[in-house]
């Protein structure tokens, strides 16, 4: 199985809603043309950020299509398909391939947290009956489950594994992959702050919440950081970081929906079991965005 090298600025996708509830599909093209605009290296609808457990299944497989319509092959397009289940898992990364997914996102099993044998066979059977080069996504804040850098990378000697987001928040993991991965084998930072850190020390770049707000802005630090124009990158980092913070005050998407319903291009509407940003979590978000200077 070949794959594109995923390298760069991947957006994690909000979903927009109306006030109604529903989707707002002309909202979401406008969201994703505007990250292409801004040069972003690639499109990951329907994880996290993009409130994947609230939506049907018809919802998002048409996330999906759009993003890949949109993309018209000039970036990746790379959808969350992981469940806590290896045979929803497979369905649901089958499902991504035939609606022209380059790759899959596909979280480590949440819940019912697999031991190290069971993970590693839940990674080799996706990866053998999906269809997809496939993205193991480590994120132990949402999973309760830390998957091992010695695990992953065990894990990734099947090529099919084509990448890591690892987002423990431990920089040492971080480093302990980098060093010890197999060519062709991308460790993506999955923390917006520790991003410019991992692709100083040999990354490959990031799947980002900050970029739905600040796409141009994230994607010059990170090119910054590729061509050593570490002073470069360093100013556009500080100049984020507030934002960044202010962007986790809360749960993952809520202060993003915050955010981008303050510079117009959404509302601010989540589906339950999530709820609006609160008012500090606003004046914070407030601050970032001035600070980043995305409110002139």
């Known amino acids: 199985m070949t794959h594109r090298r995923l390298r760069g600025v991947l957006t994690a996708l909000v979903t927009p809603f109306r006030d109604d509830g529903a989707i707002d599909w002309d909202a979401w093209d406008r969201l994703v043309a ?26 998002w497989a048409g996330l999906i299509e759009r993003a890949v319509r949109a ?26 391939r035939d609606l022209g997914a380059d790759a ?20 080799a059977r996706v990866a053998e009956e999906g269809g997809l080069p496939v993205v ?10 830390n998957a091992a850098p010695e695990l992953v990378l065990e894990i990734a000697r099947d090529e099919r594994i084509c ?14 992959l980098i060093a010890g991965r197999r060519d062709g084998f991308s460790v993506l930072s999955g923390e917006d702050d520790m991003t410019l850190a991992m692709t100083l020390l040999g990354g490959d770049g990031v799947i980002s919440v900050l970029s739905n707000v600040d796409p141009g802005g994230f994607v010059r630090m990170v090119e910054h950081a590729f061509a050593g124009r570490v002073e470069q990158a360093r ?16 749960t993952n998407p809520v202060p993003a ?40």
Request: include cysteine; charge should be positive.
């Open 34 to 59: 505007r990250q292409l605009e801004a040069g972003v290296h690639g499109l990951v609808p329907c994880g996290t950020t993009g409130e994947t457990p609230a939506l049907t299944l018809d919802e």
């Open 104 to 123: 899959a996102l596909v979280v480590t099993p949440y819940y019912n947290k697999p031991n190290p044998a069971g993970l590693a066979a839940h990674y």
């Open 136 to 145: 193991l996504y480590n994120v132990p804040s949402r999973t309760g489950l």
């Open 235 to 250: 100013e556009e980092h500080y100049r984020l970081l507030e934002l960044i913070r202010a962007l986790f005050a809360e």
């Open 163 to 176: 990448a890591v987001k690892e987002a423990s928040g431990n920089l040492g993991q971080a480093m302990t």
């Open 257 to 296: 929906k915050a955010a981008l319903a303050r510079l117009g291009l959404c509302t601010d509407r989540v589906r339950e079991p999530l709820a609006p940003a609160g008012e500090a979590t606003r004046a914070r978000l407030e601050s970032g965005l001035e600070r980043a200077g995305l409110l002139a």
């Open 71 to 96: 993309a018209g092959g000039r970036v990746p397009v790379v959808p969350g398909t992981g469940t806590n289940s290896t045979q929803k898992t497979i369905e649901r990364t089958r499902r991504a």
